[in-house]
């Protein structure tokens, strides 16, 4: 089965950076795209960045295009999210997730457990 952990949360000012990292174990990267998924409270999920197997291109959102970078240490089997000029709109619970983005935002099971962000003053 496959387990995905997110850390690397946290409160931080706007303007300032945070990277969140995924662990995954019983899977490896190179076998599947990953992606990273966000949810804000009453809000419905939002696709953030996909990485596909080899990690030869990445796809980002048109909110965090230019802002964001997603890449994988496969030997170490973690998924990072490098976040720079955070925003309060990108305040939301981070999900990293197995498949590309039309898969991960119509299937929970495929998400790990979260890590919050929250970008405020």
């Known amino acids: 089965e496959v387990q995905l952990v997110e850390t690397g949360g946290g409160m931080v000012q706007p303007g300032g950076s945070l990277r969140l990292s995924c662990v995954a174990s019983?899977?490896?990267?190179?076998?599947?795209?990953m992606s990273w998924v966000r949810q804000a409270p009453d809000k419905e999920p939002e696709w953030v960045a996909t990485i596909p197997p080899g990690g030869s291109t990445t796809y980002y959102s048109e909110s965090v295009k230019g802002r964001f970078a997603i890449s994988m240490d496969d030997t170490k089997s973690i998924l990072y999210l490098q976040m720079y000029d955070l925003k309060p709109e990108d305040t939301a619970q981070y999900y990293c997730a197995r498949g590309s983005r039309s898969v991960v935002l119509t299937t929970p099971s495929s998400w790990g457990q979260g890590t919050q962000v929250t970008v405020s003053s």
């Open positions: 019983e899977f490896r990267f190179s076998d599947d795209f």
